[in-house]
């Protein structure tokens, strides 16, 4: 597996990660090195095994399906970088 | 005044017999931080937070009423979110960020009357086992042997250094891949990975959430037993958090470990390992069988694809925590450009707030987990995981109670001397840690000696799941056998 400027190019744009086009080639050659790595593990035999989905077995716990928590508007706000009449603000979504 | 190099259990027993007060013992340690700016350790000082707690915990040790923390002056580390003041897991992207609450493990911390004295440097998201992927620049280890800087490990190398430089009395680290074990290893100190589970991540800013896992760093055993017990515990707020009683783990160090069974795994002796390391070993397990163990060599198949399938599990896993920094709820927002829209905001402020470790693990998690390789991949690793956990399994089932490993495969190294390997070299640090992730177990980094040069050197104790208090008193036989005292001459 090999990974080429355009892939890199595309992961970075799932990832939301701006990458300056004359640094994909490095990026690339990176991924290239640890996937490399990785690539050890198809010589594993995991025929039959199970993925692990959790690492000690338990059930995750429920709780009663009520209200615990809220009314933090100030509080869920204080930290964002535009927030503007009690919400988020962000760029334009749809024109 | 030498009141910041005191151990926990001495401070404790000072505290209540009246003979030091909690301000005496917070303000040494904050002396000692404001004349170690050198090192690097501390990213945020609170020197107000930790009087106003001193006061208080002079209070409450007066009224009879004093936990064993109550007056302890501790370092917290910044992936800890501590209510107001600045948690920023060592991130440009969450530059002044101030939680609006408090980390449950920091939270109970506080509640037993420890004293916060600051938060501590780290790797940039806890990627790193050097500390030099930190926005604030990189922690120097107090041990120095020649004009070099060295590095205190990471990614709690915060932490490290500023137990084994006396700045606090013990510090909070996290471990998920070894960020615990191979930063004390470096420095001399003592660090508890305890069970997947046992302390609460709520609060605790996530890198790989079914990796990660809180622990305490200190001067010796009886220390992070004493931490240990105050930080463990159930919390509905996480829900892989484990409703089981947390015992009194210093009470369970008697220092006897006659009849129990010590495994040494093949595996982890790996070509190209220093003598030394081999040697600390050989000397490890000389002194748990003097100590009356029963040591048996045994096999763990599946070490060697440890690596690989955590440089799977957990990028992937990041990638879908570090999701959440996209510039609009907290921390750093891009300037945008005439016309960009909300893609080329999340794009931009990502691109600025995160450093190259971080981006390059997101993206690596990105692709494992895209359409087309998920199964080749992600799916895979977790197959492998389930492989490495049984291979543990099956040592405990044949009687195994503890398996003893170097914790690190060299002493600290300079920092810098990574910069130009790729960075698979900068991974293979947590080859001897990160099995005991994936498998969810407890594991512990105890001083044992020192190199020819005079760094210090590290083994690791694996326990069985929840077992920590047996752990804890395998890794005390260990200690008490090795004899370990040498202390980093000050040179900051």
């Known amino acids: 597996m090999s990974i080429d400027i355009e892939t890199a190019r595309k992961v970075a744009h799932l990832a939301r990660i701006k990458v300056e086009d004359d640094a994909l080639p490095a990026l690339a050659s990176e991924f290239n090195t640890i996937l490399g790595f990785i690539e050890q593990l198809q010589e594993v035999d995991v025929d039959g095994i199970e993925p692990m989905v959790s690492v000690e077995p338990m059930r995750l716990a429920r709780r009663d399906d009520v209200v615990t928590d809220g009314n933090q508007q100030t509080k869920v706000l204080s930290n964002a970088p535009d927030a503007r009449e009690g919400f988020f603000a962000v760029p334009k979504v749809v024109e | ?492």
């Not at chain 2, 208090?469 to 980093?488: H, I, M």
């Open chain 2, 1 to 492: 005044m030498t009141l910041n190099t005191l151990k926990i259990a001495d401070a404790r027993d000072a505290l209540r017999k009246g003979d030091v007060t909690a301000v005496e013992l917070t303000e040494a340690c904050l002396a000692a931080i404001d004349g170690a700016s050198a090192l690097n350790a501390f990213a945020h000082r609170t020197p107000e937070i930790a009087m106003e707690r001193a006061r208080a915990a002079d209070q409450r040790i007066k009224a009879g009423d004093a936990p064993d923390l109550c007056g302890i002056p501790l370092g917290i580390k910044d992936l800890f979110c501590t209510e107001g003041v600045e948690s920023q897991a060592a991130s440009h992207i969450l530059h002044d960020f101030k939680p609006e609450y408090e980390s449950t493990v920091s939270a109970q911390l506080r509640d037993a009357g420890a004293v916060m004295l600051g938060k501590l440097n780290m790797d940039e998201f806890a990627m790193g086992s050097s500390n030099e992927t930190s926005t604030y620049g990189p922690v120097v280890n107090p041990w120095k042997i020649d004009d070099r800087s060295l590095t205190p490990g990471g990614s709690s190398g915060g932490s490290a250094a500023a137990v084994a430089a006396d700045l606090c009395l013990g510090a909070t680290g996290t471990d998920t891949g070894g960020s615990i074990r191979q930063p004390a290893a470096f420095t001399g100190i003592t660090g508890l990975k305890p069970t997947y589970g046992r302390c609460s991540r709520w609060g605790i800013i996530a890198f790989a959430s079914s990796l990660d896992q809180a622990g305490p760093m200190a001067r010796d055993v009886r220390d992070c037993a004493i931490m240990a017990r105050a930080m463990c515990g159930h919390d509905p707020k996480d829900s892989t958090s484990a409703d089981l009683p947390v015992p009194d783990f210093e009470a369970m160090l008697t220092g006897d470990i006659r009849g129990k069974t010590i495994g040494i795994p093949r595996e982890y002796r790996m070509d190209g390992m220093p003598d030394e390391i081999e040697a600390l070993w050989a000397e490890g397990r000389a002194m748990l069988a003097d100590a009356g163990a029963k040591i048996v060599d045994i096999s763990l198949p599946h070490t060697k694809y440890a690596l690989p399938a955590y440089y799977v599990i957990a990028p992937a896993e990041a990638s879908s925590n570090l999701a959440r920094y996209d510039g609009v709820r907290y921390g750093h927002r891009a300037r945008l450009a005439q016309g960009d829209g909300i893609v080329e905001m999340y794009e931009k402020t990502r691109a600025e707030g995160f450093g190259a470790e971080v981006k390059r693990r997101v993206m690596v998690g990105t692709y494992v987990l895209s359409a087309g390789f998920y199964d080749a991949y992600y799916n895979r690793a977790r197959k492998v995981r389930t492989l490495i956990k049984r291979d543990f399994e099956e040592a405990f089932a044949a009687g195994v109670d503890a398996i003893l490993t170097p914790a690190t495969p060299s002493p600290a190294f300079g920092l810098g001397e990574m910069t130009d390997a790729d960075p698979v070299q900068m991974y293979l640090n947590d080859v001897f840690t990160v099995t005991v992730n994936l498998a969810g177990l407890p594991g512990i980094a105890v001083p044992t000696g020192l190199d020819r040069q005079g760094l210090p050197l590290g083994l690791q104790l694996i326990g069985r799941p929840w077992d920590e208090g047996d752990l804890l008193n395998t890794a005390y036989a260990l200690e008490q056998a090795a004899g370990f005292v040498s202390k980093p001459t000050k040179w900051w």
